[in-house]
């Protein structure tokens, strides 16, 4: 749901009524993985997608008929044989999807969602606070009922980083405070999952699932090196959701004019500028200088962090010398067997779109466990099972 939370948000301060369904879970070669959404309006137009169009037609009816009936509903697709008219996943997967409806009663407020009503902290006043708060870039989980007892699925509790919570599970006291540490442990880590408790907190007792989704701000993409690669690179970065950044000591080549899409600019040595950052590991590190005196300090530094990704360019030749230098300064063999060099899979790419379309391919990849090899004729899984890390719901890693 956090995915499409910025639509979301503006349906909301518009006093819209809707309905979002969103995979809870997957079993199987899915194509969404859980927190992905699909909502509908009262008006009928619909954002999102939680199945890549296999089932979208039958999860807009039941976001219709939600709306109707202000109740949520849990609904289970799988697989569609040779019956053309039935519903399901022609992948041969299993995906769960929660539907919820929002009612709101006015402007830029919530009504209760038709899930047993709380009050102030009403499900729908719950899920609004979460839409705003993803669509402002600040750091929540919310926490929603999949499974468990009828009167409390849809409930739902937000989660700040500090722990503090609003909204309610119901049940016990205790299944919020249970919940909230949870989520908070989920937020830290940046992760969307599922997670089974007792109904009265414990891990014994009558079970709930619980779907808590993460939104964290946006991962970094740093980009090194100010020359026409690095334009058509970050294009790439902003279309996956990093927040980019480019950096070079050369305040000529680093500026607005040359990189329009990027969010930010620095003139400053990069290895100094890095030293400046407190980067997660999510972050992407693109060295695309190819000169010695930028790279050595830069990834001296780079290659100690726990970030996603160091990628450096230049010739294989330039790799090797590049490789012993680092070798001079102290690093060790695990340290440089992180660097990706020379960056990107090979595409036999030329241009410098081409060249950025090979970079983040390998960015992918890692991120997902890919291997970067052909699907065709491949006996591979086409989605990997890694953990989904929400960027700017980004995630799952």
């Known amino acids: ?49 939680v199945s890549g169009g296999c089932v979208e037609g039958a999860v807009y009816e039941l976001c219709q008929e939600a709306l109707r009936t202000g109740e949520p509903v849990l609904e289970r697709f799988g697989y569609s044989d040779e019956d053309a008219f039935a519903v399901g996943l022609t992948c041969g997967g299993i995906i769960d999807i929660l539907i919820t409806p929002v009612q709101v009663s006015a402007p830029g407020t919530a009504a209760d969602s038709g899930s047993g009503g709380h009050g102030v902290d009403s499900t729908a006043t719950t899920l609004a606070a979460a839409l705003a ?37 119901g049940g016990h006291p205790a299944l919020d405070r249970t919940a909230a540490e949870e989520a908070r442990a989920l937020l830290d880590a940046g992760r969307t999952t599922t997670l089974e408790i007792g109904v009265e907190g414990s891990r014994c007792g009558t079970p709930v699932v619980l779907l808590v989704e993460s939104s964290v701000p946006a991962p970094r993409m740093i980009v090194f090196g100010a020359i026409d690669f690095a334009s058509a690179l970050v294009r790439v970065g902003k279309f996956l959701n990093y927040h980019v950044t480019v950096c070079d000591a050369r305040p000529v080549f680093a500026t607005r004019t040359r990189f329009p899409d990027a969010d930010e600019i620095v003139v400053d040595w990069p290895h100094r500028y890095l030293d400046s950052q407190h980067l997660d ?80 391919a390998e960015i992918v990849a890692n991120r997902r466990g890919g291997t970067g090899a052909p699907l065709t004729g491949a006996h591979t899984p086409i989605h990997h099972d ?12």
Not at 138 to 161: F, K, Q, S, Y
Request: aromatic letters at 2%.
């Open 133 to 169: 708060a993803a669509a402002s870039g600040d750091a929540a989980a919310v926490a929603r009922i999949v499974e468990g007892p009828a009167e409390l699925v849809g409930n739902a509790l937000l989660v700040r980083p500090d722990g503090s919570h609003t909204g309610t599970l």
């Open 281 to 360: 590991s999510r972050a992407v590190l693109c060295v695309l200088t190819h000169d010695a005196k930028f790279d050595v300090p830069l990834l001296e530094r780079a290659l100690k962090l726990p970030v996603a990704y160091v990628g450096a360019m230049g010739s294989r030749r330039t790799h090797l010398d590049r490789q012993q230098r680092l070798r001079d300064v102290g690093l060790t063999e695990i340290e440089l067997n992180r660097l990706r060099s020379p960056i990107g899979l090979d595409l036999g790419a030329r241009t410098p779109e081409e060249t950025a379309l090979s970079i983040a």
């Open 1 to 49: 749901m956090l995915d499409i939370a910025e639509e979301l948000n503006r349906w909301v301060e518009q006093g819209r009524a809707f309905a979002v369904a969103t995979v809870v879970a997957t079993n199987g070669s899915a194509p969404r993985q859980p927190g992905a959404a699909l909502a509908v309006d009262s008006d009928g137009t619909a954002i999102g997608s």
């Open 386 to 397: 890694t953990a989904r890390p929400v960027g700017r719901i980004g995630s799952v890693a």
